[in-house]
């Protein structure tokens, strides 16, 4: 229903109006009269219409003053105006005010009845058109986790082909003009507790740092978990007051560790990187705070306060164990974050030590392909060829790049060269798990958990085997199931929300009716009969 001020000085062109607009607009209730500018004005500030007709000529303020002041009060107010021969010299003052349809005295019924519609479709469509974009802001509050976590791990992986191919920052809305980044590294060593906290890392801590950040900074973007740690990244708007920013950098590590060591009784290491201009500068940033937690000099560690001498540079023999196994799983991610751990564990080194020993993993990474009697390709993976690639360059970016573009393709090609059934195994998993859990609040981080694979692989094989994304089986899911239950007039819209899997009626009552074209009271009305239909 939408709400009609008239407002005229002549009381029979008030009635004439009332009349037509009674008999042929149902969906208008004329909720006030006004016979002077400064009635129409307390009018409009008492009942907030939709549309208001407003003669020009009145006594006092006139209609055009009136509306001026109206629609500072009230701006998606919309106005007929209505005025004589006389005075249509008005009519561009009317203009300016963005006046939507303009009516002739004596009225004609036709005109008004043209002029009214007018109007009202131009309301109708405005409240279409603000519908969608917030369907559009609900859509993209679903996304943007995905995107900044996206761009997260482009950033760990120093992706920056991906970054500028993708233009994460215009789809986040951000400029990152220059940042810093942190990097939380939660030491997991001995099996048992690894398998204790890495559990908690994916349940708990990311949504506590969530809640931490948000309450203490404008904006800042936290990855996934890998390899045991976790990256944050801060833009800025400038690199000015460097030493300002670093103090409070260190000081919001400590209470963040502080938090941590509060609520879930774990005790990570924080190591913060200076403040860089540009997205390249973050990257190098979050180099420095890798190399800043490496250091484990103490909880909270920035990279200015740091001697390298005081690092461990010796090569690890676990790491590299732990990169094979990533290799060996198909973990694209995990293996190229573990190996960034390895590689910059000896980024002082000099840089022909470092090719010497990066030729040395290439000849234990060419032993994976064997195992999967894969002789083809280990024997292309690191040959003469291969080798004199890596001897002839000459910094220790290009050695690392390269190194991590041979990983980046043999995950890839062992990928590949699995059997299709290894896929639909994975898939089957999949959905029996989200089967047996819809009516709970879980992620694609969960099921990916459940079935052993990355949640970025995951969501590739969703696509490519069920042809919808994880999202999309979530909610067909549900809304299956709340069909079942919506027949059964003893249980509330509410509980069924709930049941599966909801925790806004609201939203289930928008989901339910995109998936099935109807409200669940509107489905409840046309199956209650049988009580049956949708099972």
């Known amino acids: 229903m939408y709400k009609m001020i008239i407002a005229d000085d002549e009381s029979f062109v008030r009635d004439a109006f009332k009349m037509v607009i009674n008999k042929h607009f149902p969906q208008i209730r004329i909720v006030a009269e006004a016979q002077?500018?400064?009635?129409?004005?307390?009018?409009?500030?008492?009942?907030?219409?939709?549309?208001?007709?407003?003669?020009?000529?009145?006594?006092?303020?006139?209609?055009?003053?009136?509306?001026?002041?109206?629609k500072k009060i009230n701006p998606e107010t919309r106005f007929i105006v209505l005025t004589a021969y006389d005075y249509f010299k008005y009519a561009k003052e009317a203009l300016s005010l963005s006046v939507d349809e303009y009516i002739l005295k004596p009225a004609r019924k036709e005109r008004i009845i043209e002029s009214v519609g007018k109007v009202l479709g131009i309301i109708e469509e405005v409240k279409s058109k603000k519908n969608q974009e917030l369907e559009l802001k609900e859509r993209l509050s679903n996304v943007l986790p995905v995107l900044e976590s996206e761009f997260a791990l482009s950033m760990v992986f120093g992706d920056v082909e991906r970054i500028n191919q993708m233009d994460y920052p215009k789809l986040l809305g951000k400029s990152f003009d220059a940042g810093y980044s942190m990097v939380l590294d939660f030491n997991i060593t001995e099996s048992k507790?690894?398998?204790?906290?890495?559990?908690?890392?994916?349940?708990?801590?990311?949504?506590?740092?969530?809640?931490?950040?948000?309450?203490?900074?404008?904006?800042?973007?936290?990855?996934?978990?890998?390899?045991?740690?976790?990256?944050?990244?801060?833009?800025?708007?400038?690199?000015?007051?460097?030493?300002?920013?670093?103090?409070i950098s260190i000081d919001l590590a400590k209470s963040l560790i502080k938090k941590i060591q509060d609520e879930l009784e774990i005790m990570p290491s924080v190591g913060i990187g200076g403040l860089h201009k540009g997205i390249g500068g973050l990257i190098e940033s979050y180099n420095e705070a890798n190399l800043a937690v490496s250091s484990k000099t103490q909880s909270v560690s920035h990279v200015d306060d740091i001697e390298i001498k005081r690092i461990d540079t010796s090569y690890s023999l676990k790491l590299e164990r732990q990169l094979c196994e990533k290799i060996r799983q198909n973990d694209k991610y995990d293996a190229l974050a573990t190996f960034k751990e390895l590689y910059f564990s000896i980024i002082t080194w000099e840089t022909r030590d470092i090719t010497n020993k990066m030729c040395e993993l290439m000849v234990v990474l060419t032993r994976i392909p064997l195992e999967f009697e894969m002789e083809s390709a280990a024997n292309r993976f690191f040959d003469d060829t291969e080798r004199k690639k890596i001897l002839m360059f000459e910094s220790k970016q290009e050695i690392y790049e390269w190194c991590a573009s041979k990983i980046q393709r043999l995950v890839s090609h062992l990928a590949d060269s699995k059997i299709t059934n290894t896929e639909d195994d994975i898939i089957l998993s999949a959905a029996r798990f989200i089967e047996t859990n819809y009516m709970h609040e879980i992620t694609l981080e969960d099921v990916a958990k459940a079935v052993n694979v990355s949640p970025y692989y995951l969501s590739k094989l969703f696509k490519s085997q069920m042809s919808q994304n994880f999202i999309d089986f979530l909610t067909d899911l549900r809304v299956d199931a709340a069909k079942k239950r919506i027949p059964d007039s003893n249980v509330s819209i509410k509980e069924i929300c709930y049941e599966v899997g909801y925790n806004d009626?609201?939203?289930?009552?928008?989901?339910?009716?995109?998936v099935t074209g109807q409200t669940p009271l509107e489905y409840r009305q046309a199956n209650k009969s049988t009580g049956s239909e949708g099972k």
Do not use: H, W
């Open 505 to 514: 009626p609201n939203y289930f009552t928008r989901v339910f009716k995109k």
């Open 193 to 247: 507790s690894r398998d204790m906290i890495k559990s908690m890392l994916i349940s708990k801590v990311r949504d506590l740092l969530i809640m931490f950040f948000n309450a203490r900074v404008g904006y800042c973007i936290i990855s996934p978990v890998f390899s045991s740690r976790i990256a944050v990244f801060f833009p800025e708007d400038g690199i000015n007051d460097i030493d300002e920013i670093r103090m």
């Open 36 to 70: 002077t500018g400064r009635e129409a004005i307390e009018r409009a500030s008492e009942y907030n219409p939709n549309l208001m007709i407003m003669d020009v000529k009145m006594p006092g303020i006139n209609g055009l003053q009136a509306i001026s002041e109206i």
